[in-house]
């Protein structure tokens, strides 16, 4: 009995699947990010929300989930805040 062609279609099998897909899940950042006396300490606040994501999403925390953040520029208003785009 000759298993090369089988072993050859598992490989080939096993060459084509993915890794398992995490789940993204979605959080909101809104950060004074416009010129302005705000927005220095805003980019550093989105720079540290931005390092905790990856922290957590390169770690077993949550393990089937993977988090992603939709940045919004505050301008350090709530009128801007609070008016979709």
């Known amino acids: 009995m000759n298993l090369l062609p089988s072993f050859i279609i598992l490989l080939?099998?096993?060459?084509?699947t993915?890794?398992?897909?995490?789940?993204?899940v979605?959080?909101?950042g809104f950060f004074p990010l416009s010129p302005?006396?705000?927005s220095?300490?805003?980019q550093a606040l989105l720079a540290a929300?931005?390092?905790a994501l990856d922290h957590v999403n390169k770690s077993d925390i949550l393990r089937d989930y993977e988090l992603r953040m939709?940045?919004?520029?505050s301008k350090v208003?709530?009128?801007?805040?609070?008016?979709?785009?």
């Not at 208003?77 to 785009?85: D, F, Q, R």
């Open 18 to 24: 993915t890794p398992s897909q995490r789940t993204p």
């Open 70 to 73: 939709i940045v919004k520029d």
């Open 40 to 42: 220095v300490p805003g």
């Open 12 to 16: 080939v099998a096993v060459g084509l």
């Open 36 to 38: 302005n006396k705000a």
């Open 26 to 28: 979605y959080i909101g």
């Open 77 to 85: 208003s709530v009128g801007e805040t609070l008016i979709p785009e």
């Open 49 to 51: 929300a931005e390092l």
